[in-house]
Nanobody, 126 residues
Framework: QVQLVESGGGLVQAGGSLRLSCAASGRDFNNYIMGWFRQAPGKEREFVAGIDWSGVKTYYEDSVKGRFTISIDNAKNMVYLQVNSLKPEDTAVYYC???????????????????WGQGTQVTVSA
């Protein structure tokens, strides 16, 4: 059974940092893209960052470039999202997701992902 479990969220002041973790299990994730999405109340789920399992390729939403860093530790089946210089508009539930890579896959769109974690709350105070 595939399971993605996020952790590391919390309450921080604007300008603060967190390290979000995603523990992946239940499958060989070679050939998968791992993504981080977020969803704020009343808003659609949006792409934040992505990385292929090898860690060679990374993808970022424009608003987080230079502030967020996605990384992977293959030996531990762990995916991380380091979030720095946090802003109140970053407040959301952050989700880890996994998508099988193929010709028609799309790292940026939530419906293309096969597996999801339960989410971890990030709250940034002004």
């Amino acid at each position: 059974q595939v399971q993605l479990v996020e952790s590391g969220g919390g309450l921080v002041q604007a300008g603060g940092s967190l390290r979000l973790s995603c523990a992946a299990s239940g499958r060989d994730f070679n050939n998968y893209i791992m993504g981080w999405f977020r969803q704020a109340p009343g808003k659609e789920r949006e792409f934040v960052a992505g990385i292929d399992w090898s860690g060679v390729k990374t993808y970022y939403e424009d608003s987080v470039k230079g502030r967020f860093t996605i990384s992977i530790d293959n030996a531990k089946n762990m995916v991380y999202l380091q979030v720095n210089s946090l802003k109140p508009e970053d407040t959301a539930v952050y989700y880890c997701a996994a998508q099988l890579r193929y010709g028609g896959s799309n790292v940026y769109r939530a419906p293309f992902y096969n597996y999801w974690g339960q989410g971890t709350q990030v709250t940034v105070s002004a």
